[in-house]
């Protein structure tokens, strides 16, 4: 995916993470270090990264505070064309950047290139960055989205809140 991307989930973080680089909820990349042409992160201070790299290790992110503890909807896209980064959290647009990089498209196989869903891509490398929490629904387009385009509902997923700004001890 280059020119178009849309990354769509439901995350429940239960801890931020103390040491390292953060917690990854979709990676895409291979064991050589710094090279990574999307990623979907979030950090010690409990920000949320969707980033893009390209094969000169430019990046470019736009970024939001996700809670702990609570269902949240976190939708992402990038759109080559306009060169719009965007997030949303809970269906409303929480950030926007504009850039000129485009991802990096090969990876080196030998390097245990891949895509990772809570973690990095894969288990045998030198690294280790768990998401720690519940990931539900995530999805990945290579088309540009927003939250109405990929049906975004709470209620359609039948859980027990009034909103989602509802702490989950004011929850029945």
Do not use: C
Not at 62 to 77: D, I, R
Not at 103 to 123: E, F, H, R, S, Y
């Amino acid at each position: 995916l280059r020119n178009a991307i849309t990354v769509s989930t439901w995350i429940k973080t239960s801890t931020y993470v103390e040491r390292g680089p953060g917690a990854q909820i979709l990676f895409r990349d291979n064991d050589r270090s710094g090279i990574d042409p999307y990623s979907f992160v979030i950090h010690s201070d409990g920000r949320i990264y969707f980033s893009i790299q390209n094969e000169k290790q430019e990046a470019a992110n736009v970024n939001a505070t996700v809670p702990l503890g609570q269902w949240t909807h976190v939708l992402a896209s990038f759109d080559s064309r306009s060169g719009l980064l965007k997030m949303f959290l809970n269906g409303k647009l929480s950030t926007a950047e504009k850039t000129s990089i485009l991802p990096m498209t090969k990876l080196d196989a030998k390097q245990g290139a891949g895509l990772g869903v809570g973690n990095i891509q894969w288990d045998k490398g030198p690294h280790n960055q768990p998401f720690h929490g519940v990931i539900a629904d995530l999805r990945l387009y290579n088309t540009v989205l927003e939250p109405k385009d990929v049906h975004f509902d709470p209620q359609g997923w039948n859980m027990p809140w009034r909103d989602l700004t509802t702490k989950a001890s004011e929850r029945d």
